[in-house]
């Protein structure tokens, strides 16, 4: 490209999800109340988990930290679209795009690995219940954790190092309500096809190869059970499909945006609701609502914060 012409881009105008004012007024309530909702639940189960005494296990342990990175991927996006349904004002500076892909990416991988030790726990769990305490240590449970955060920032570091020194120089209109790689790497003013396709593996890769570790591992434990002469398929089953249903919901959407083979289609920024807004309730939902040591819990504190010590 001609020097002469480049004019660096400063910041980007977010599209969003509508332009249709009424349709907007829907999606700021919407979005609104479900937030809210997010970081009520999700605060409420790492506190629960973190002060109760019966909660301190490997099961929950890792629970907590689920709950702590969907509250950081909601916070990260929601909040943003929240302000520009508000105030009409979509834009973000260049530099706040970049620290949002890159956060993005750090909690979006981490969560992914963080869902494999939750199946590996369950496994233990269910396949060799009399080693349990002894192969899901303390110390095995904080190496997956700090495994899970470095996967994430390598994830992250190995994707923006390619694409971060782009040149941009216009348009600067992005079609979503936030940042993300696919949408920033086709505004660069240079041919992206092999960064494009770089972006794609990685993302692609780890999503894919992610998804397919956690329905494996659940084959495994569900033949385990299978094979037992005593039993208990659909006691599996049933504990086993609320952590499929995040996987799933949790997974699609990723899937789509960075697999899919037509990318000007925006059904993704829809579909990306799921991962920060409907997800994220439904991981403290479902892990709480029907897990009875949890709701135990939940009533304990709560008792506790109001001032009404209660005997369990």
């Known amino acids: 490209m001609n020097k002469t012409n480049y004019s660096p881009v400063s910041e980007f105008i977010f599209l969003g999800l509508s332009n249709y004012r009424p349709v907007q007024h829907f999606l700021l ?28 296990s490997p099961m929950y342990f890792l629970l907590g930290n689920l709950s702590f990175i969907d509250l950081c991927l909601s916070t990260l ?39 494999v030790a939750m199946a590996l726990d369950r ?13 899901m240590s303390p110390r095995m449970c904080s190496l997956l954790l700090s495994g899970a955060w470095l996967i994430g ?32 790497i086709k505004l660069a003013c240079i041919d992206t096809y092999s960064m494009e396709f770089m972006v794609t593996a990685n993302s692609g890769f780890i999503s894919t190869g992610t998804f397919f570790l956690l329905i494996i591992s659940y084959i495994l434990i569900l033949f385990t059970v299978w094979k037992r002469p005593s039993g208990g398929l659909s006691k599996a089953l049933s504990t086993l499909s609320a952590h499929i249903s995040v996987v799933v919901l949790f997974f699609g959407p990723c899937i789509f945006v960075y697999m899919w083979p037509f990318p000007t289609v925006p059904v993704d920024k829809f579909l990306a609701i799921l991962d920060f ?20 819990a939940m009533r304990r504190l709560i008792s506790q914060l109001l001032g009404l010590r209660k005997i369990s």
Not at 43 to 49: A, G, H, N, Q
Not at 158 to 168: D, I, K, S
């Open 29 to 56: 309530a919407f979005s609104t109340v479900l937030y809210l909702t997010i970081v009520l639940g999700n605060t409420l189960v790492v506190i629960t988990v973190t002060f109760d005494a019966h909660l301190h």
């Open 123 to 135: 496994y233990v769990a269910i396949c060799k219940p009399l080693h349990y305490l002894t192969i």
């Open 77 to 115: 996006t929601v909040p943003k679209m929240i302000s520009d349904l508000y105030s009409g004002h979509n834009t973000i500076s260049f530099q706040g795009c970049v620290i949002q892909i890159f956060v993005l990416h750090v909690l979006g991988g981490s969560e992914m690995v963080l869902l």
């Open 153 to 184: 920032i390598i994830h992250s570091v190995a994707q923006l190092a390619f694409v971060v020194h782009l040149p941009f120089c216009g348009p600067n209109e992005i079609d979503s309500f936030y940042c993300d790689l696919p949408w920033f």
């Open 277 to 296: 807004l409907i997800t994220p309730i439904l991981n403290p939902a479902i892990y709480t609502m029907r897990n009875k040591d949890m709701k135990q």
